[in-house]
Nanobody, 124 residues
């Protein structure tokens, strides 16, 4: 079991930037891939980005590619999502998730543990 706590959300104007952080505890952090997902009001949860256990491989949703960067610091048990050029359609609750393997996945069922989420609101 792993516990995940997100932070860094908030209100930002379109075109601005935010960095989300996710602190992990409870199991060997560096053994598993990590991901970020988001859910907007009235919409299904969607994949945002994922990073492999050692940070070598990353994947992104087409909607955020080139604007968002996922990274991890295994020494600190942290994963980050740097978000730039934010758009109103990026408004959502963002969730950090830990994978069941060391690789990357876009699929929710590939993740075993989830954080409580952090709200990101982008105003136009």
């Amino acid at each position: 079991q792993v516990q995940l706590v997100e932070s860094g959300g908030g209100l930002v104007q379109a075109g601005g930037s935010l960095r989300l952080s996710c602190a992990a505890s409870g199991r060997t952090f560096s053994s598993y891939g990590m991901g970020w997902f988001r859910q907007a009001p009235g919409k299904e949860r969607e994949f945002v980005a994922a990073v492999s256990r050692l940070g070598v491989s990353t994947v992104y949703a087409d909607s955020v590619k080139g604007r968002f960067t996922i990274s991890r610091d295994n020494a600190k048990n942290m994963v980050y999502l740097q978000m730039s050029s934010l758009k109103p359609e990026d408004t959502a609750v963002y969730y950090c998730a830990s994978g069941t393997t060391g690789g990357v996945s876009r699929q929710g069922p590939a993740y075993a543990n989830w954080g409580q989420g952090t709200q990101v609101t982008v105003s136009s």
